[in-house]
């Protein structure tokens, strides 16, 4: 059953409390309100009329007329609410036939003239403003009994205190039923209807949760205009004697009633300037102000001015606060648009804020259009992420169009992501795929690969061609040794330059692929193999012969042909070992007395020169080795710096909550 609310529960509440002490440059509230309806002047900042509107607002602080309705018209059903000043009753209208709302004033008050006033005011300036979203007086009268009454729509529904009230709960029937968006469209009918009311030249001041109700069926309703002021007529003064009338108190000190007396509205709601008592110069944007803290109150969940006593209301209105409502509820997920609205709308200082309530409404509308944009990619992303979905699993169950169905997945993954980055399905696909790679690589980046892997190899072939142009050198080292067999030293010193030539040219990328590798390792073992003339084919040949052979392999991809470039460098060693252990070659070494002489065929082994050439081979090959191990790693490093570039690219494609799950 849908709850039941009088368009007016909160009657005014007569109380006089003790404000905080203003800031520097205020004038005392006491004295500034002093005579304040006397000398207040009409606001043109709210007292404009309507286009075509040539009505004027009545002077409503007349006093009803003394006709009095029928007895037999309206027969009391129940009470639906009271506060300081009257009662509301459900009647119902026996002339029309259908239930009313009637607020009476009670009886204490009925001869108190400015108390008077102030009720037939409320009724006057509501019956006069006539909007869909403000309750429309029907009647203002007295009972036969003497009381003054007025007649008003009965309307049905919930007001966004308890709408607030029950999403702080957490009530699913809350969250299903006022959705932010939902809320946000009420929100600004509201504020249109405030809007209309200042362009008849009328501020609420008494605008808060409890007085902005959403009807049972999508009507919105702005109410209790008990304390509006009116553009060009004095407010009407609190009687002096109204402690005698035994004054409702705030119970608990709570501040969410309406406070009369010193100021006029309720602590939390009312503007800075309000509070201070600057009645005489209130306009539209004070009413701007009242509907931000409503707004910061309906996305955080949470009052704008911590709930407290009083005097800390009024205090954190006067000093201002914090008018994000993301900042106080991080968990809300509060779009900064939202945020931007409500700083705006709460500025300390007016002149900051919306110049008017049709203003505020523009700027939540112009974020709810932008919603929507959102709400159509969200939902284009969904029928992009379940595309992606199906594609996905055709791709990781292989088969001949596996790789179709990845680059399908794949690039309806981007598409969802793209209109909504933190699509938690699309996410999820991504990363499946990303766990799964394809076995194979696609045509494209296998030539890319390739061109890689050649470029890795020219490298490696210029640091090989400059090791073989290092033996031209041990010719001069020779001749310095001494020379036994020119014919030796010839061949030696030809295929080494010829050698270094070949290595140089393929890395410079001049020799044929078909050619480059067999080149290089025929000739690199030949080189090698024929300065076994010098030291035998088991002294310093294996180590130059795993160099060469080394870099020949690091630019094979087969193993079929790593395992034909191993078998050509070990030719370097076994095929002299062979030659001499048939008597083809002279033998490279002799073994006198347990000592193992070396028997060269190309040269003599003066002391100085033979170490010198020794060194020189054998610092040549560590630095050679080193050189080519140093340019392998980096080059290694270069492409995992690269791959984790590449990953960390992916991965800010997720949420963080996907990254960290």
């Known amino acids: 059953m849908a709850d039941e609310r009088p368009s007016q529960l909160d009657d005014e509440v007569i109380t006089f409390v003790k404000l905080p002490e203003p800031p520097s440059g205020h004038r005392n509230v006491g004295q500034h309100n002093q005579g304040a309806g006397r000398h207040e002047r009409a606001s043109t900042a709210f007292a404009a009329k309507a286009p075509g509107d ?18 037999s018209r309206y027969g009391e059903r129940e009470l639906l609410g009271e506060g300081g000043m009257g009662k509301i009753f459900l009647q119902h209208d026996n002339r029309i036939g259908r239930d009313v709302a009637m607020k009476v004033l009670r009886t204490r008050y009925a001869k108190q003239a400015d108390t008077l006033a102030r009720f037939t005011r409320e009724a006057r300036i509501q019956g006069q403003l006539e909007h869909p979203s403000i309750v429309p007086v029907y009647d203002l009268m ?54 209309f009311a200042h362009t008849r030249g009328v501020l609420h001041r008494d605008l808060k949760p409890s007085n902005i109700m959403i009807g049972d069926y999508g009507e919105i309703y ?16 609190v009687p002096k004697d109204a402690d005698a009338e035994q004054p409702v108190a705030l119970p608990d000190d709570t501040g969410m009633h309406t406070l009369d007396g010193a100021v006029l509205g ?41 709930r407290g006593s009083v005097s800390g209301m009024m205090s954190s209105t006067v000093h201002g606060v914090d008018g994000r409502p993301s900042f106080r509820a991080p968990q809300r997920s509060i779009p900064s648009e939202l945020d931007a609205i409500s700083v705006k709308a709460t500025q300390l200082d007016r002149e900051h804020r919306f110049t008017s309530a049709r203003e505020l409404h523009d700027a939540i509308e112009r974020y709810l259009d932008g919603e929507q944009d959102m709400k159509l990619m969200r939902e284009m992303a969904q029928a992009h992420a379940r595309a992606a979905e199906v594609a996905a699993e055709y791709a990781l169950a292989g088969g001949p169009n596996a790789r179709e169905e990845r680059v399908r997945a794949l690039r309806e993954v981007g598409r969802a992501l793209a209109l ?33 892997d050649e470029d890795s190899g020219r490298m490696t072939m210029s640091i090989n061609g400059y090791y073989h142009l290092s033996f031209v050198v041990t010719t001069l080292l020779v001749l310095w040794m001494g020379v036994k067999s020119w014919t030796a030293l010839l061949l030696y010193a030809v295929v080494s330059a010829a050698t270094a030539a070949i290595a140089l040219l393929t890395g410079r990328g001049f020799l044929p692929p078909n050619y480059r590798l067999f080149a290089n390792v025929i000739s690199g073992t030949l080189a090698i193999g024929f300065m076994s003339t010098m030291f035998g084919p088991l002294f310093l040949i294996p180590g130059l012969a795993a160099m060469s052979t080394m870099a020949a392999a690091f630019n094979t ?71 080519l191990m140093g340019r392998l790693h980096t080059a290694r490093l270069r492409a995992l710096h690269k791959l984790h570039l590449h990953t960390w690219q992916l991965k800010q494609l997720v949420s963080d909550e996907t990254n960290n799950s």
């Not at 040539?54 to 007895?71: F, I, M």
């Not at 399905?425 to 690589?441: D, G, T």
């Not at 062979?578 to 006198?592: A, K, Q």
Request: charge should be negative; hydrophobic fraction near 40%; proline fraction near 8%.
């Open 266 to 306: 309720t602590p939390g709601y009312m503007s800075p300037e309000q509070v201070r008592g600057e009645t005489a110069s209130l306009d539209a944007r004070s009413d701007v102000y009242s509907l931000g803290a409503i707004l910061y109150e309906m996305l955080a969940l949470q009052a704008l001015h911590a």
């Open 54 to 71: 040539e009505a004027e607002l009545v002077d409503a602080s007349g006093l009803p007329p003394d006709a009095s309705h029928e007895e």
């Open 222 to 237: 702005v109410l209790d205009w008990g304390l509006s002021k009116v553009a060009g007529l004095p407010d009407i003064p």
């Open 142 to 195: 007295r009972r036969p009994n003497g009381d003054v009454c007025f007649t008003m729509k009965r309307v049905r529904g919930k007001t966004l205190e308890q709408i607030v009230d029950g999403l702080s709960r957490k009530d699913k029937a809350f969250i299903d039923t006022y959705p932010r968006r939902k809320l946000l469209r009420n929100f600004g009918a509201a504020c249109l209807a405030v809007d």
């Open 557 to 627: 991809p087969s193993r079929s042909g790593r395992a034909l470039v191993i078998s050509i460098g070990v030719l370097a060693v076994l095929v002299p070992l062979l030659l001499e252990s048939v008597g083809l070659l002279p033998p490279s070494y002799e073994f006198r007395d347990g000592v193992l002489v070396i028997l060269p065929r190309m040269h003599h082994f003066p002391p100085t020169a033979t170490i010198v050439f020794l060194s020189y081979i054998g610092l040549g090959h560590i630095i050679s080795i080193s050189v």
């Open 420 to 452: 909504d980055p933190s699509h938690t399905e699309a996410q999820r696909v991504l990363l499946k795929l990303l766990a799964e790679p394809p076995q194979e690589l696609p045509d494209d980046q296998q030539l890319d690969v390739l061109e890689g």
